[in-house]
């Protein structure tokens, strides 16, 4: 990374997942289970953002990854609870092509005037989590912070790949039994960016 450019800043904005309405979150485990209320844990937020940086701490000398409102930062990602009716997009988020540039990005209607890179969407999520791994308690900060660093890879360069093995999996049209190996993955914090991916990340942190 050239010396003269300093960290990027990534801004994560989780309140909404205030609204995971349909599962019910053991506060004291943060695993969940079907329900109809969420107890919400009130340290979940900052365990997410563990997850996250965790993924990304091949690349910690060129990122800050921290939750905030998306002022002053160079990335902001938000948690919404839904995205249309498509039952398989989790997330979605500008490519990024330098890293001072992305391509056009969409905000959702109630974001036009607010700096939103990206998106994850926790109503698919929840869904996946109770229809792809039945109700048995799953780890489910794990999934949601994996499937954060899939969105934000995408933002720093990342396209999609095929092996259910890999953090980038396009998740949408591919089979359940693929789809549960992601999610499995995902949950058991089985999931890393390969050398080959860290180093294209490294290249685009180093574009101004």
């Not at 450019?5 to 904005?13: A, E, N, Q, S, T």
């Not at 990342?158 to 092996?163: Q, R, T, V």
């Not at 992601?182 to 080959?196: I, K, P, Y």
Request: glycine share 10%; hydrophobic share 40%; aromatic share 6%.
């Amino acid at each position: 990374m050239a010396k003269d450019l300093p960290p990027l800043v990534i801004h994560l904005d989780l309140n909404e997942l205030l609204e995971l309405n349909q599962v019910l979150e053991q506060a004291s485990s943060g695993l969940i289970a079907r329900g109809e209320v969420i107890s919400k844990d009130p340290s979940r937020d900052s365990k997410i953002l563990k997850v996250v940086v965790d993924l990304f701490q091949p690349l910690a000398a060129e990122l800050t990854i921290k939750l905030g409102d998306g002022t002053g930062s160079d990335r902001f990602l938000k948690a919404a609870y839904a995205w249309g009716l498509d039952p398989e997009i989790g997330g979605m988020s500008a490519q990024g092509v330098t890293r001072s540039k992305l391509e056009k990005f969409s905000r959702m209607a109630a974001d036009t005037g607010k700096p939103v890179t990206g998106y994850i969407f926790e109503g698919v999520i929840a869904n996946w989590i109770m229809d792809y791994l039945g109700s048995k308690p799953v780890s489910v900060n794990n999934i949601f912070g994996t499937t954060i660093a899939h969105e934000l890879g995408h933002q720093l360069g990342l396209g999609h790949e095929k092996g259910a093995g890999d953090i980038m999996f396009v998740f949408d049209g591919e089979s359940r039994g693929n789809q549960i190996n992601w999610l499995r993955s995902a949950e058991r914090d089985a999931l890393s960016f390969t050398d080959a991916q860290i180093k294209k990340m490294q290249s685009l942190l180093s574009t101004p």
